[in-house]
T-cell receptor, first 110, second 112 residues
């Protein structure tokens, strides 16, 4: 069964706006990662947040993690047309399994 | 560095045929993974290999076998393909089990 569920399933915004997507999961994790997938391509790692961290930044990306609610959010600030892609959260479970969510399809309109 | 490479890029099989998907990485990673991606389902883990010489089942292993040939290569075999195995297959690698994964470009497989 799917461990991670992203919300919303699809999001359409104007260039320059912020995009927020959420991920919920079911069991205890080692860490949580966010990936981007452009249409027809492989996934690209964006950011990793460990279970003992609450917030992390990387460029225009901000990730939060709430282990008590088993949820994470990804914020993309000042979005660009090039940010159009699908975004997936992935939870790292012991010993070495990764469980991916169903993804959020983001469309940034120029 | 080529990163993670997969062959072939596309494949069409008839039901009952067999084939092997090849994956290689040149990053000296210990862990390697095979996923399938179906529309609306995200990625699902088929098998993984935590280190050379070990393999473990993931969420959806039925109908597949794997071989960790050496540290660089991890192959996925379909012994008797079924239409339900029509999907896009991704190979990935990571330094260890708790690090970021690097993905290959994928193999688009259609089983008729």
């Amino acid at each position: 069964s799917q461990q991670g569920e992203e919300d919303p399933q699809a999001l359409s915004i104007q260039e320059g706006e912020n995009a927020t997507m959420n991920c919920s999961y079911k069991t205890s994790i080692n860490n949580l990662q966010w990936y981007r997938q452009n249409s027809g391509r492989g996934l690209v790692h964006l950011i990793l947040i460990r279970s003992n961290e609450r917030e992390k930044h990387s460029g225009r990306l901000r990730v939060t993690l709430d282990t008590s609610k088993k949820s994470s959010s990804l914020l993309i600030t000042a979005s660009r047309a090039a940010d159009t892609a699908s975004y997936f959260c992935a939870t790292s479970l012991p010993p070495q399994e990764y469980i991916f969510g169903t993804g959020t399809r983001l469309k940034v309109l120029a | 560095n080529a990163g993670v490479t997969q062959t072939p890029k596309f494949q069409v099989l008839k039901t009952g045929q067999s084939m092997t998907l090849q994956c290689a990485q040149d990053m000296n990673h210990n862990s390697m993974y095979w996923y399938r991606q179906d529309p609306g389902m995200g990625l699902r883990l088929i098998y993984y290999s935590a280190s050379e010489g070990t393999t473990d089942k993931g969420e959806v292993p039925n109908g597949y076998n794997v071989s960790r040939l050496n540290k660089r290569e991890f192959s996925l075999r379909l012994e008797s393909a079924a239409p339900s195995q029509t999907s896009v297959y991704f190979c990935a690698s990571s330094l260890t089990g708790n690090n970021e994964q690097f993905f290959g470009p994928g193999t688009r497989l259609t089983v008729l």
